[in-house]
Nanobody, 119 residues
Framework: QVQLAESGGGLVQAGGSLSLSCTVSGRTFNNYLVGWFCQAPGKGRDFVAAIAWNVGSTDYADSVTGRFTISRDNAKNTVYLQMNNLKPEDTAVYYC????????????WGQGTQVTVSS
């Protein structure tokens, strides 16, 4: 059974940085994409970034390009989201999720971690 666990959220001032971690377990992820999503209060869940586990190719939402960096450590089974120059509008619960490369649906989700950016 695939499991994902996020950590690293917290409170930071605008302009600051946070690093989120997502530890994955339950299978090998060579044919998977691992992504980060965010959900602000009263809004839907939005795509933030994703990384292909096998080759490390990445994709970002326009709103975070140049500020956030997604990476993975295969040995630690962990995906990271480095968030720099944070803005109050980045405040949300951040979730990591995984999907197979052959599907479009993220099938497995973590519980989420809160990120709050104060102005």
């Amino acid at each position: 059974q695939v499991q994902l666990a996020e950590s690293g959220g917290g409170l930071v001032q605008a302009g600051g940085s946070l690093s989120l971690s997502c530890t994955v377990s339950g299978r090998t992820f060579n044919n998977y994409l691992v992504g980060w999503f965010c959900q602000a209060p009263g809004k839907g869940r939005d795509f933030v970034a994703a990384i292909a586990w096998n080759v490390g190719s990445t994709d970002y939402a326009d709103s975070v390009t140049g500020r956030f960096t997604i990476s993975r450590d295969n040995a630690k089974n962990t995906v990271y989201l480095q968030m720099n120059n944070l803005k109050p509008e980045d405040t949300a619960v951040y979730y990591c999720a995984a999907r197979r490369l052959t599907t479009r649906v993220y099938e497995n989700w973590g519980q989420g971690t809160q990120v709050t950016v104060s102005s």
